[in-house]
């Protein structure tokens, strides 16, 4: 499929995507005395709400500015910088749980000390569901940034411990005894066969972790932060500015959509020696 194709099937379905979206406003407006609030149109959110973000004072927690002007690019400056603090919090979270979760899975499943000492705590910590500790990090952590980061970082790790553990022991034995047959010690044994094989899983994994992530950072920045995309729509939310939440929801979703096709490409040129089905 060439490129034109591509886009041009891509762009039918946001079309699809846009009628849907109309035709449940104009539902909306039929049978609810309030539309407004319950399904703004979209000449209403890019038209009306969109300028009006200009008015959003971010260093009062998302409060509104008396001074400022309904304008589009005040509207975009805002929303880039809220932007940037939040996808700084997926990545530093993602990142951080790669680096920590590999370590942990290799350790649990080769170093048998490790396993025997911290396999029962870890295997209970993956039973906890992520979003119920969401309210125990903003205590401990009163909401700062540092505090989300860990909070990612935490249920990142765990998913990507798990994949390790998964990969290593999926790797064939008889891989491992032909090196060994080689003269390869332990330690070459895992640079050069498991580590490689690990690889192909992770990429898979990542992708996964990383809209975890994003949806991680939300709940976060929900409950105890000031500043981010999540911040703004528990501001919106609070007034019933649904045009507004739109508007946030949607740079949210191009976000998330941006950095799973930029990863895509980059897990795809690191494991490009990897055989792929044609």
Same mark, same amino acid.
């Given at each position: 499929?060439?490129?034109?194709?591509?886009?041009?099937?891509?762009?039918?379905?946001?079309?699809?995507?846009?009628?849907?979206?109309?035709?449940?406003?104009?539902?909306?407006?039929?049978?609810?005395?309030?539309?407004?609030?319950?399904?703004?149109? !979209?000449?209403? &959110?890019? /038209?009306? *709400? +969109?300028?009006? @973000?200009a008015l959003v004072d971010t260093t009062g927690g998302g409060q509104m500015s008396a001074t400022a002007q309904p304008n589009v690019g005040g509207a975009l400056t805002m929303l880039a910088g809220q932007a940037w603090v939040t996808t700084v919090r997926v990545a530093a979270g993602t990142v !951080?749980?790669? &680096?920590? /979760?590999? *370590? +942990?899975?290799? @350790?649990?499943?080769l170093v048998t000390p490790f396993r025997l000492v911290f396999s029962p705590l870890l295997s209970v910590l993956r039973q906890v569901p992520l979003f119920a500790l969401t309210?125990?990090?903003?205590i401990w952590f009163g909401g700062s940034t540092a505090g989300i980061i860990t909070f990612v970082t935490f249920g990142a790790s765990l998913m990507i411990m798990v994949a390790t553990q998964e990969a290593i022991r999926a790797v064939p034995e008889v891989y491992v005894r032909y090196a060994r047959t080689l003269g390869a010690g332990r330690f070459d044994v895992i640079r050069t066969v498991v580590?490689?094989?690990?690889?192909?899983?992770?990429?898979?994994?990542?992708?996964?972790?990383?809209?975890?992530?994003?949806?991680?950072?939300?709940?976060?920045?929900?409950?105890?932060?000031?500043?981010?995309?999540?911040?703004?729509?528990?501001?919106?939310?609070?007034?019933?500015?649904t045009d507004r939440m739109v508007v946030v929801t949607a740079v949210l979703?191009?976000?998330?959509?941006?950095?799973?096709?930029?990863?895509?490409?980059?897990?795809?040129?690191?494991t490009r020696w990897v055989p792929r089905e044609v």
């Open positions: 499929m060439n490129a034109l194709r591509r886009v041009s099937l891509a762009a039918v379905g946001c079309l699809l995507l846009v009628v849907a979206w109309e035709i449940g406003a104009a539902v909306t407006a039929a049978n609810s005395d309030n539309p407004e609030v319950v399904w703004p149109h !979209l000449s209403q &959110v890019f /038209g009306e *709400a +969109l300028p009006a @973000l !951080l749980g790669l &680096v920590i /979760g590999v *370590a +942990l899975g290799f @350790l649990v499943t309210l125990l990090f903003v580590a490689p094989a690990v690889v192909p899983v992770l990429a898979a994994t990542v992708l996964v972790v990383v809209g975890l992530a994003w949806a991680m950072v939300m709940a976060a920045e929900f409950l105890g932060t000031q500043q981010g995309l999540g911040r703004l729509l528990l501001f919106f939310q609070t007034f019933q500015l979703t191009v976000l998330a959509a941006v950095s799973q096709v930029v990863l895509d490409k980059v897990l795809a040129r690191l």
